[in-house]
């Protein structure tokens, strides 16, 4: 393995991103979709069209989609999780992309 010195500068940055948003945030892998429903209520705002509005973390758990409800207390934390693993992914694509650069400016050198 080559020191990280070796590698270009932007792949040491996202490296060091990467680490950051392992160590420091939980990831959540997932999408969020907020739902508006109906409690059945007569006399409630939500019978007059003004649904009650809540999030969602849609996800695959086992092959299957799940949809998980995000209590309100928990809210802000579940949103900075998905958002660390959005940044999380990429900056592998940037590691991947000079990564892949690399290994293929080595192999012409070669030929």
């Not at 945030?25 to 809540?54: D, F, W, Y």
Request: contains cysteine.
């Amino acid at each position: 393995m080559k020191h990280r010195t070796a590698f270009p500068e932007n792949e040491r940055r996202a490296r060091s991103r990467s680490s950051q948003l392992i160590h420091d945030k939980p990831l959540i892998v997932g999408g969020l979709v907020e739902m508006a429903n109906t409690c059945g209520k007569p006399n409630c705002k939500c019978a007059r069209g003004e649904k009650h509005k809540s999030w969602c973390v849609s996800l695959r758990h086992k092959g299957k989609r799940k949809m998980i409800h995000i209590p309100r207390a928990c809210e802000e934390e579940v949103f900075e999780g998905i958002k660390a693993y959005q940044a999380l992914w990429e900056q592998m694509g940037i590691i991947s992309e000079t990564s892949l650069e690399r290994i293929l400016s080595s192999r012409k050198g070669k030929e």
